[in-house]
């Protein structure tokens, strides 16, 4: 199962953008790189999921670079309801033993 | 209504009781997962369940015990509660790429 590594925290502000860096040097060559968003007391939610180069949805960008050792979670324009823990999971998606594993995430404050 | 249902969501018990902690889900998923998370950690794996007749120990699963009753029902239990298991607890499911969690249970053993 391949490691993740992501910052503790971070703090932002209202209007910027926010990129969070995932290190995953391990990864398989199938593996998926998955994102999710947990909001305080709550469980954590799907947010993007992507296996190289750019995917884009609604919500966020994931970047992956060629090697696909790390991923970079973008969040364009970020309000302080984008206040939450974000969570960078790495495995085989589709495959029918796998189990989310989540670290311990980056926390994100967004301040006013 | 949520796909994925957790009850009671908040519970306070005294030590040695047994408690139940139920999850239901109307996704059709086979997986189940049940997760504990403590302040400032990540997720735990406790047990997960492929199907109704499979069930496998977790990373934490030493205190606790699940039943699979059916594809849509998944219950987690604590045997003899100890304060140390107070934590928030999650339900999820997961059919594909994707997981979906429940609302969690704050279990407060005192």
């Known amino acids: 199962l391949a490691k993740t590594t992501q910052p503790i925290s971070m703090d932002s502000y209202e209007g910027q953008e926010v990129n969070i860096t995932c290190s995953h040097n391990?990864?398989?060559?199938?593996?998926?790189i998955t994102w999710y968003q947990q909001f305080p007391s709550q469980g954590p939610r799907f947010i993007i999921q992507g296996y190289k180069t750019k995917v884009t949805n609604e919500v966020a960008s994931l970047f992956i670079p060629a090697d696909r050792k790390s991923s970079t979670l973008s969040l364009p324009r970020v309000s302080l309801s984008d206040t939450a823990v974000y969570y960078c999971?790495?495995?085989?998606?589709?495959?029918?033993?796998?189990?989310?594993?989540f670290g311990r995430g980056t926390s994100l404050i967004v301040h006013p | 209504d949520a796909d994925v249902t957790q009850t009671p969501r908040n519970r306070i018990t005294k030590t040695g009781k047994r408690i139940m902690l139920e999850c239901s889900q109307t996704?059709?998923?086979?997986?189940m997962y049940w997760y504990r998370q403590d302040p400032g950690l990540g997720l735990r794996l406790i047990y997960y369940s492929f199907d109704v007749k499979d069930i496998n120990k977790g990373e934490i699963s030493d205190g606790y015990s699940v039943s699979r009753q059916a594809q849509a029902k998944f219950s987690l239990s604590l045997e003899s509660a100890i304060p140390n298991q107070t934590a928030l607890y999650f339900c999820?499911?997961?059919?594909?790429?994707?997981?979906?969690f429940g609302q969690g249970t704050r279990l407060t053993v005192v």
């Open positions: 999820a499911t997961r059919q594909g790429t994707e997981a979906f």
């Open positions: 996704k059709g998923h086979d997986r």
């Open positions: 391990n990864i398989a060559t199938n593996d998926y």
């Open positions: 999971l790495v495995g085989l998606v589709s495959g029918g033993s796998y189990i989310p594993t």
